[in-house]
């Protein structure tokens, strides 16, 4: 049975993922079925917008790009490292497959906003779905 997100989750800050409808059902796809479980954003991202940093017990809603809420996210681990510290297992967990694919596919994405460095910190974030719309 599909749940009311917003009301169950009331507090919990709103997120997208991907920019273009493809991507971001895809992404939403991969959390529904537990093959993405782990996201990463370059630290200054963070530190621009002067949005706080997840914590871990968070929970975080996810929205598609029409804005409807699909899940609800519980932050699971919370690290910082530079961006050619990513472990294997962590690219794995964002959905890429490996981390060589891994690192082509985020320093493409993140050099089109704002430039990449190979020492740039990240921050990187398990997490659980506990809560879905669909």
């Known amino acids: 049975m599909p749940r009311d997100l917003k ?4 507090d919990a800050p ?5 920019d273009i409808a493809a991507a ?6 991969m959390m529904r079925a537990g093959k993405k479980t ?5 630290l200054r991202d963070y530190e621009e917008t002067g949005a706080a940093l997840p914590e871990v017990g968070q929970t975080l809603l996810v929205q598609g790009l ?9 932050i699971t681990g919370v690290t910082v490292k530079k961006f050619l510290d990513v472990p294997e297992a962590q690219a794995r967990a964002e959905g890429m497959g490996s981390r060589d694919a891994w690192i082509s596919a985020r320093r493409a994405e993140i050099g089109k906003a704002g430039g990449w460095s190979a020492f740039m910190e990240m921050v ?11």
Do not use: I, Y
């Open 7 to 10: 009301t169950d989750f009331s």
């Open 14 to 18: 709103v997120l997208k993922f991907g």
């Open 24 to 29: 971001s059902t895809a992404q939403l796809d």
């Open 38 to 42: 782990a996201t990463s954003a370059p």
């Open 66 to 74: 029409d804005g409807t809420l699909a899940l609800a996210l519980r």
């Open 124 to 134: 990187f974030c398990t997490f659980e779905v506990v809560g879905d719309a669909a």
